[in-house]
């Protein structure tokens, strides 16, 4: 991956599907907090309602706004690595659009990427916290008791989603972008076992306000999800060592 040596500091990766009702919120949050030196680009999977549209025109009045519209291969995880290819910045971060995760939160992550390579927004760490349904909250506690005991303890939220990473790890950490959140376990476990240095910061994550929740098919198909993530987790171990 190259960087085509554009002014940029942050590059801000956001996959999105049907999120009309929360992605010009989160356009400004990011550009109030980041400001300038800052792209946000808006990896969309071609978006029934819109949200495509709404990005599009953002984009034509702001250059700092790009616009990735796909139309193959969708899911998070190949419309996140989609991004990440054609981000310029020296620090690229991603996260969900939904205003779950703080964009607040943004500049601390890459301020702290002058002294890490990778910084977590971590749920389980001091002044984390998961303020979502029992039955999610509960999941994601297990998904991630299964990948430290399988994987390593080197991280406490290893299904975060919510990342910020030096460009030249993307060089050397190769991982599978399918699936849901499985991707960012392969990534994280990866960039310990090469030794880049990873810090997690705590933040709390919130049920969304406005849209329809993607894992509302996950919520309600627990045990479907997690053989996938279990599955997941044990090729990434055999595979990596």
Request: glycine residues 6%; charged residues 30%.
């Amino acid at each position: 991956m190259e960087n085509k040596k554009a002014n940029i500091a942050v590059s801000v990766v956001l996959p999105t599907y049907n999120e009309k009702d929360n992605i010009k919120e989160m356009i400004s949050q990011l550009l109030h907090y980041l400001k300038k030196d800052v792209e946000i680009i808006v990896s969309d999977d071609n978006s029934p309602d819109g949200t495509w549209k709404i990005v599009q025109n953002i984009a034509k009045s702001d250059k700092r706004v790009r616009l990735i519209r796909r139309f193959k291969d969708k899911g998070v995880g190949p419309s996140l690595w989609d991004g990440i290819k054609a981000s310029k910045g020296t620090y690229v971060a991603w996260m969900d659009c939904d205003l779950t995760m703080p964009p607040s939160l943004v500049p601390k992550m890459v301020k702290l990427l002058e002294d890490y390579d990778v910084v977590v927004g971590s749920r389980y760490v001091e002044g984390g916290g998961d303020d979502r349904s029992l039955i999610r909250v509960v999941t994601s506690r297990l998904i991630n008791w299964f990948a430290n005991i399988v994987l390593n303890f080197n991280i406490k939220d290893y299904d975060s989603g919510f990342v910020a990473a030096k460009r030249e790890v993307f060089k050397d950490v190769k991982f599978n972008p399918q699936g849901h959140g499985e991707y960012c376990i392969e990534f994280l476990y990866k960039c310990t076992k090469k030794g880049y240095k990873v810090k997690e910061i705590g933040y709390v994550f919130t049920e969304r306000k406005l849209g329809e929740s993607k894992t509302s098919q996950y919520i309600y198909s627990v045990f479907l999800y997690g053989i996938k993530y279990i599955k997941r987790i044990l090729i990434i171990k055999l595979k990596t060592n």
